[in-house]
């Protein structure tokens, strides 16, 4: 039975502080690079064009061979081309590059995603948005957004305060909708059943993932700092299938043949 991976970014191959490869990540691509075993990097970049991003991990030392990211999906779910949109500049930027006209008082489709530094200013001017739309994007799914070893409001954070005060359901493009994982396993062709996720975030990817019955593995390299955040808070259905340190530890066990 061929088995393959799903494998986050952030925090999981590339730390969070430093901007570099974690101890083993390299190492854990080319080693499935060299043995023909199925994977695709899933991240829910938003800062950068695909292809750009994809140019920085491979100057990072990872050939990658297969990617993806939520502007796969983006593409595919966003209509209109005038639209509200919160995040950093280069995110906005990107959307601008893509077509999309950002305005404020005549648009169709709000769209969050992360950013370091937003305000209560800011949290109130995107709901005054979703009360004038009803279609609500967020990028990605995230439950905290980790930078220079601080925790922040992920987007799916930020977007269950928005649905919790205007009453209105949102749509999620990255991680972990169905319909971003669903497309990284046709770009393998594999099962659910038999993909491997491995992330630092449990919420905001291994859940999602779990409810499609792949199985999962947390690394404790980024956002999650310890194994009883994670376990105490869960029921145990929802527990990941192993917890690693980071990737190094992953790709030992791989070559064990224990995943």
Known sequence: MKKGFFIDVQGTLIDDIAKKPIKGA??????LNNNNIPYVVITNNSKHKSEDFIEELKQKGFDIKNYIDPFYILKKVLKTKKIAAFGTDKFLEVLKQMGYQLD???????IVSIRQDYTNE??????ECAFKTDD???MHGTSTYSKEGKRYPGVGAIMSMIKFAVNKDYETVGKPSFEFYEKARKLIDLDFKN???ISDDMIGD???AKALKMKTNLVLSGK????EEIVNTLDKKDLPDKIFNDMSEILASLKKGEI
């Open 206 to 208: 291994l859940l999602g």
């Open 136 to 138: 609500l994007i967020a």
């Open 26 to 31: 390299c190492e854990f691509i080319k080693y």
């Open 122 to 127: 800011d949290y109130a001017k995107m709901i």
């Open 195 to 197: 993909i491997t996720v």
């Open 224 to 227: 999650t700092k310890s194994k």
């Open 104 to 110: 404020f008082k005549d648009f169709d489709s709000l």
